[in-house]
């Protein structure tokens, strides 16, 4: 068999996670593969004293891999935007293939990645950055093929799905991150994951194979799960409802919906069942109906998966003297459109909202009366004598699927009425039909 030699860049979890699976499994993997996949030298920071690197080559310079003629395949595993940028722009003008689990690199700077790697007829591989160890982009560019993908929605952030699972219990919001964080599953600094950041990330990458679209991450409207209460999740279970913080990606005739938000989600659907830290994604095709991905979005050997996965397919293009298989992002250049991404004014969607109201005769019924007038209707309504405190009682609404800017104006109306407490809280809803 032909040897193809890999170098890895980043020796941190997924690194390492990586260059242990591909060792223990060198053989069964080159039989998958039809060559020999050798790691010939490794590029970190520091070393680590739990991982036998043998006779490979060791190096604290990350550019060492990709400044090596010998290497046929660069893995980059460092993370972050300006300086993996910059690695993996020098390795595809150095004629070199790029697997990267690097979900930020390719969804703010994957479309100048892309070009750069089509003209110097290299492949860059991206699995392991969208959903960890689920396969969803072989899944969307080589197993949907024949579809027309109408829309996807994905749990696509495990901290984010850990902490509203066990909010579930009634425990509050920085009650159940502290403890994520001392779990590991949370960063010191948590906002890209809690904030929707990261899974905005992952969406972006998901809605441009899907569609057909170029990258668009800047676009992207992200909302976090900071602000959702016990209370929420509570009341949203007694209306058959689960809160999820889901990525939605839509394709409509005017543009395409890519948002993250929090989303009651009903509880006899399957990706509401998905709790913990584990992903799932959702999908509808036009040809095969409704699909989900569901696994691990995280961890050492099951990112490792992914992305050893990326270098088998990567491998057999170097061993063969082949072209790219797949396109980037399963679509040649020329069938890409260029759909623009609707405002968040203009995304359909039903609406959960906590409205705390004066005890008073009449606000019910000025309450729906503003809703009519907006044209949104109301599927349910909950109010509990039980809850009335300090002569506030919350008022619990479940709207039919509305236009954004009808929900916001109808807000604006029902915030400046002298009965009405505070805010008006909004959870966006799906059912997914």
């Not at 395949?73 to 004629?95: P, S």
């Not at 994951?193 to 905005?200: F, H, P, S, W, Y």
């Not at 569901?294 to 397919?313: F, H, K, L, M, Q």
């Not at 909202?353 to 008073?360: M, N, S």
Request: glycine share 10%; proline share 3%; net charge negative.
């Amino acid at each position: 068999m032909k040897d193809v030699s890999v170098g890895i860049c980043g020796l941190g979890t997924v690194g390492g996670g990586t260059f242990n699976v591909l060792t223990r499994n060198a053989a069964l993997i080159a039989g998958r593969a039809g060559c020999n996949i050798r790691i010939t030298r490794v590029a970190s920071r520091r070393s680590r004293d739990d991982i036998d690197l043998g006779n490979v080559a060791f190096s604290t310079e990350i550019f060492d891999v990709v400044n090596d003629p010998a290497v046929d395949v660069v893995v980059e595993l460092i993370g972050g935007y300006d300086t993996a940028r910059e690695l993996v722009l020098t390795a595809i003008k150095n004629g070199k293939h790029v697997v990267t689990a690097n979900k930020a690199l390719i969804a703010v700077h994957g479309n100048e990645i892309f070009e750069a790697a089509e003209k110097a007829g290299v492949v860059v591989a991206y699995e392991a950055g969208v959903a960890g160890g689920i396969p969803v982009m072989k899944a969307i560019r080589e197993g949907m093929a024949a579809n027309r993908i109408d829309w996807i929605a994905g749990i696509i952030n495990g901290t984010g799905n850990y902490i509203l699972t066990e909010m579930r219990a009634g425990r509050a919001f920085a009650e159940v991150l502290k403890e994520a964080q001392d779990l590991g599953y949370a960063e010191a600094d948590p906002t890209f994951d809690v904030e929707g950041i990261d899974a905005a990330h992952k969406l972006t990458i998901l809605a441009s194979a899907g569609f057909g679209v170029p990258l668009q991450f800047d676009k992207a409207f992200t909302e976090g799960i900071s602000s959702i209460t016990p209370y929420d999740i509570a009341h949203a279970e007694q209306l058959g409802y689960r809160i999820k913080h889901l990525g939605i990606a839509r394709r409509r005739e005017e543009g395409i919906e890519l948002r993250v938000h929090p989303t009651l989600v009903p509880k006899s659907h399957l990706i509401a069942q998905v709790d913990g830290v584990l992903n799932a994604v959702l999908m509808e095709g036009d040809a095969v109906g409704q699909t989900m991905y569901y696994g691990p979005g995280a961890g050492d050997e099951a990112t490792a998966s992914a992305v050893i996965a990326d270098i088998v397919d990567v491998a057999r293009v170097v061993a063969s003297n082949g072209a790219l298989r797949v396109p980037y992002l399963g679509f040649v250049p020329e069938a890409m459109e260029n759909l623009s991404v609707l405002s968040m004014e203009e995304v359909q969607s039903a609406y959960y909202l906590r409205i705390t109201a004066l005890d008073r005769p009449g606000v019910l019924a000025k309450i729906a009366s503003v809703l009519s007038e907006h044209g949104i209707n109301i599927e349910s309504i909950m109010q509990k004598e039980s809850e009335l405190k300090d002569g506030r009682i919350p008022v619990i609404i479940l709207t039919h699927t509305v236009q954004e800017r009808q929900i916001n104006r109808a807000i604006e109306e029902m915030e400046a009425f002298s009965d009405i407490d505070g805010p008006v809280i909004r959870i966006r809803a799906e059912n997914f039909n």
